[in-house]
């Protein structure tokens, strides 16, 4: 069965750091697939944060992610990493990943660019004193 599962989240302090993991299921790897990471606060729309794309590995971020974000690949673990550092209480919600092969000059920023993506449960962050 297709999967893909995020871990990593939890309760840090402003400032903080944490490193998210979107991980694939077995037989499903994820270096064939552009990944992005989506963020959920509550009462608001899922925001894109961050995105990889598969052929070439070239990242981007949100504007609110730059500089503080990284996205990369564990091709040994079969994985994608959200490393976040300097966190902000702003950061608190709920982190997806998704996978798919979105068309080239797509905005992967936006959740209806992923529709028919593969997504993962979402793990939660928060960052409050």
């Known amino acids: 069965q297709v999967q893909l599962v995020e871990s990593g989240g939890g309760l840090v302090h402003p400032g903080g750091s944490l490193t998210l993991s979107c991980s694939g299921s077995?037989?499903?790897?994820?270096?064939?697939?552009?990944i992005v990471w989506f963020r959920q606060a509550p009462g608001k729309e899922r925001e894109g944060i961050s995105f990889?794309?598969?052929?070439?590995?070239?990242?981007d971020y949100a504007a609110s992610a730059q500089g503080r974000f990284t996205i990369s690949r564990d091709h040994a673990k079969n994985s994608v990493l959200l490393q976040m550092n300097n966190l902000r209480p702003e950061d608190t919600g709920i982190y997806y990943c998704?996978?798919?092969?979105?068309?080239?000059?797509?905005?992967?920023?936006?959740?209806?660019?992923?529709?028919?993506?593969?997504w993962g449960q979402g793990t939660q962050v928060t960052v409050s004193s």
């Open positions: 998704a996978a798919d092969h979105p068309p080239s000059g797509s905005n992967w920023w936006e959740a209806r660019v992923w529709d028919g993506a593969y």
């Open positions: 990889i794309r598969n052929s070439d590995d070239v990242t």
């Open positions: 077995v037989g499903f790897r994820l270096e064939y697939y552009s």
